[in-house]
C-alpha cells in the first residue's frame, strides 16, 4: 500500500520567505510526527498530533515555526522568515496509535539561500 | 539528548553477521529499546524494538543484556542492501513522550 509522502522532495528558498512542507501519512494513522534533520545528524523531532490536535511542540525551535492538521490527515508545516540555518530535511512519520512503530516519509529537503 | 551510546561507524563482510552494540546505562523500567536504520537519502526504517526479552523479526534479532543497560542488534546475514546508518533508541511507553530522540547512530558499511 501507499507509505508516507511528503512534498515538495525538494524546496529552494531566499532568506525571510515563507515555505510550506506538506505530509500525507498513511491512511488511517491518527499519529503524525514531524522531525528535522542536518547534515550527519539524527532526526531532531519538532512536533507530534494525535488526530487534529498537537500533543506536543516542545521540538519547535521557535515561534517561526508552525504546524497544522485540520482535518486528521494531510499536515502542513509552515516556516515563517526563514533562515539560512533552517536548511535541512524535514520527515514526517505516521504511526497507526501513539505507541506504534512510526512509518516515515522521503522528507523535503529545504535549502535557504 | 539521546540516551544510548553508540560507536559511529563499524564494517562487516557480505554474508556475515552484523552485531551492532547499543550503550543504554540510565534506561528506566517503562522504556523500550527500539532500532531505526536509514537508507542513504530515505526516511528512517523500523527494525525491531524490545523491553527486556530477547526479541527476532523476518529482519533481525535484539539481544537485550539481562541488567538493560546495553542491546546488541544483530543482522544475521548482512547484505549490501543493509549498508546504513542505524539508531538505537530507548523510547518511554505507557503514557511518555511519544516522540523518538535520536543519536547519531552507527554507520553500518557492508562489504563485498
Known amino acids: 500500500g501507499a507509505g508516507v509522502s511528503q512534498t515538495p522532495s525538494n524546496k529552494v528558498t531566499e532568506k525571510g520567505k515563507y515555505v510550506e512542507l506538506r505530509c500525507d501519512p498513511i491512511s488511517g494513522h491518527t499519529a503524525l510526527y514531524w522531525y528535522r534533520q542536518s547534515l550527519g545528524q539524527g532526526p531532531e523531532f519538532l512536533i507530534y498530533?494525535?488526530?487534529?490536535?498537537?500533543?506536543?511542540d516542545s521540538g519547535l525551535p521557535n515561534d517561526r515555526f508552525f504546524a497544522v492538521r485540520p482535518e486528521g490527515s494531510v499536515s502542513t508545516l509552515k516556516i515563517q522568515r526563514t533562515e539560512r540555518g533552517d536548511s535541512a530535511v524535514y520527515l514526517c512519520?505516521?504511526?497507526?496509535?501513539?505507541?506504534?512503530?512510526?512509518?516515515f516519509g522521503p522528507g523535503t529537503r529545504l535549502t535557504v539561500l | 539528548d539521546a540516551k544510548t551510546t553508540q560507536p559511529p561507524s563499524m564494517d562487516c563482510a557480505e554474508g556475515r553477521a552484523a552485531n551492532l552494540p547499543c550503550n543504554h546505562s540510565t534506561i528506566s523500567g517503562n522504556e523500550y529499546v527500539y532500532w531505526y536504520r536509514q537508507i542513504h537519502s530515505q526516511g528512517p526504517q523500523y527494525i525491531i524494538h524490545?523491553?527486556?526479552n530477547n526479541e527476532t523479526n523476518e529482519m533481525a534479532s535484539l539481544i537485550i543484556t539481562e541488567d538493560r543497560k546495553s542491546s546488541t542488534l544483530i543482522l544475521p546475514h548482512a547484505t549490501l542492501r543493509d549498508t546504513a546508518v542505524y539508531y538505537c533508541i530507548v523510547r518511554v511507553m505507557e503514557g511518555g513522550s511519544e516522540k523518538l530522540v535520536f543519536g547519531k547512530g552507527t554507520k553500518l558499511t557492508v562489504n563485498p
Open positions: 524490545g523491553l527486556k
Open positions: 498530533f494525535q488526530g487534529t490536535g498537537a500533543a506536543d
Open positions: 512519520a505516521s504511526s497507526p496509535g501513539r505507541e506504534d512503530e512510526q512509518f
